[in-house]
Nanobody, 116 residues
Framework: QVQLVESGGGLVQPGGSLRVSCAAS????????MSWFRQAPGKERELVAS????????TYADSVKGRFTISRDNAKIRVYLQMNSLKPEDTAVYYC?????????WGQGTQVTVSS
C-alpha cells in the first residue's frame, strides 16, 4: 500500500525554525521526484520546493528561497523540508508529493502555524 505520511508540523514564532518530514512506503522512493506543496486557508495549493530522484537538483518558490531547504534520504525513505526565518505568511498545511511520469502520490498534510 502506497503511503506518504507527513510529520513535524506545529506552532512556531515568527523568525523561528521547523523541519517537516515525509515518510514513504509501498513504492521505491529513490525513483521518484519529491516535492513539498502548501495550502493556506482560502488559497490555492502552491509548490514550495522540489528535489530530483537522486537529490542532485532542487528548485524553490521565490517566496521561500534562501529560507527553506529540501533534502532527501533515500536509504531512510524520507524527504525533509527545513524551514528557517519563518513568517506568518508561511502558515499553511504542508503536503508531500511523489511523482514519476504521470504517477503521483500525495500525503495528507501537516499543519504549520507561524504566530506570536
Amino acid at each position: 500500500q502506497v503511503q506518504l505520511v507527513e510529520s513535524g508540523g506545529g506552532l512556531v514564532q515568527p523568525g523561528g525554525s521547523l523541519r517537516v518530514s515525509c515518510a514513504a512506503s509501498g513504492f521505491t522512493i529513490s525513483t521518484y521526484a519529491m516535492s513539498w506543496f502548501r495550502q493556506a486557508p482560502g488559497k490555492e495549493r502552491e509548490l514550495v520546493a522540489s528535489i530530483s530522484s537522486l537529490g542532485g537538483v532542487t528548485t524553490y518558490a521565490d517566496s521561500v528561497k534562501g529560507r527553506f531547504t529540501i533534502s532527501r534520504d533515500n536509504a531512510k525513505i524520507r524527504v525533509y523540508l527545513q524551514m528557517n526565518s519563518l513568517k506568518p505568511e508561511d502558515t499553511a498545511v504542508y503536503y508531500c508529493k511523489a511523482r514519476k511520469g504521470t504517477v503521483e502520490y500525495w500525503g495528507q498534510g501537516t499543519q504549520v502555524t507561524v504566530s506570536s
